[in-house]
């Protein structure tokens, strides 16, 4: 699952032993067992979260279980993780959904003539199931915001440099998002 803390917290004290929070970070826009395909978690991330409950038997057969499918395993606490995945994926879902709601607004032909792969690969996650998506949001609301004031702080920030024409600062601005370049 995509959120962890609520589901943690949710869990009976008699199975926190038995019980891992797993989070594999790795997916596509389809959902689903027909979504799934052999090399899907290799490579992949997975996060475990909150294991001091868990039993050292369960926790290192899932470790040997996730290892085997060619997952690198980290460990976060859950408040951490659903903190992080609200800003490297539940915002990018917002800002996809909203890109895509906001383009539908125009004209559909010019969509199918222009899009190119900078507009595809922001909109191909808004093809993720809204049901899922929808209750995501509801579990990670208060991380989400605070994502979404954090974009809309850098958003508005670009917006007037560009009203202002302040070129040079613009370009500062852009080139210190290269940093990404560093991690991924």
């Known amino acids: 699952g995509s959120t962890k803390e609520r589901i943690v917290k949710s869990c009976p004290a008699s199975l926190k032993s038995q019980f891992i929070a797993a989070h594999p970070m790795a997916g596509t826009e389809y959902s689903g067992p027909k979504a799934a395909f052999k090399e899907l978690l290799k490579g992949a991330v997975v996060v475990l979260c909150d294991d001091e409950s868990t039993s050292q038997k369960h926790l290192k057969r899932a470790t040997e279980i996730l290892s085997h499918a060619g997952m690198r395993i980290i460990f976060m606490d859950a408040a951490s993780h659903d903190h992080h995945v ?30 190119g792969s900078s507009f595809a690969g922001m909109a191909r996650i808004a093809k993720s199931s809204e049901i899922m998506w929808t209750d995501i949001f509801r579990q990670n609301k208060d991380n989400i915001l605070g994502a979404m004031q954090a974009f809309k702080a850098e958003f508005a ?28």
């Open 86 to 115: 609200g800003f490297i994926s539940h915002l990018p879902h917002a800002i996809s959904f909203s890109l895509v709601n906001a383009t539908l607004n125009e004209e559909r032909r010019n969509i199918f003539l222009l899009g």
């Open 157 to 184: 920030h670009c917006e007037d440099m560009l009203k202002n024409e302040r070129w040079d600062e613009l370009r500062e601005w852009i080139k210190n998002a290269h940093q990404i370049k560093e991690i991924l």
